[in-house]
């Protein structure tokens, strides 16, 4: 698979706990991303952070989180991402979907 030098970074914003039809969003997404043929995804979970309608726990005692924010980020062609866009949309309910120019220097 040839992956080009002036590529898109697809970002996507969830929670960890959320779900769709009752398994991991993330994972839902990730699996997706691989039926249709993308060059790839990462998922990374973030220890802190907010968003539209979450907020930020202000109890001073740190504990383990079991909804900590994740991100998954996926490269490829513009016209891959973008037709992959209507299968994230259907499925992500409530998140944040960013794209952007990126260069791929190595694949």
Do not use: W
């Not at 009752?22 to 952070?49: D, S, Y």
């Not at 992959?84 to 190595?106: D, K, M, N, Y």
């Amino acid at each position: 698979m040839e992956l080009p030098r002036d590529a898109v970074l697809l970002r996507i914003f969830i929670g960890e706990n959320d779900l769709f039809q009752g398994e991991p969003l993330f994972k839902v997404i990730v699996l997706r991303a691989r039926e249709q043929h993308l060059a790839g995804a990462t998922v990374f979970r973030g220890p802190m952070g907010f968003g539209k309608s979450s907020h930020i726990d202000k109890n001073p005692v740190p504990r383990l989180s079991f909804d900590c924010p994740i991100v998954i980020e996926m490269v490829d062609a513009e016209e891959k991402i973008r037709s992959f866009l209507p299968t994230v949309e259907a499925i992500i309910g409530p998140g944040l979907i960013t794209i952007e120019r990126v260069q791929a220097i190595s694949y």
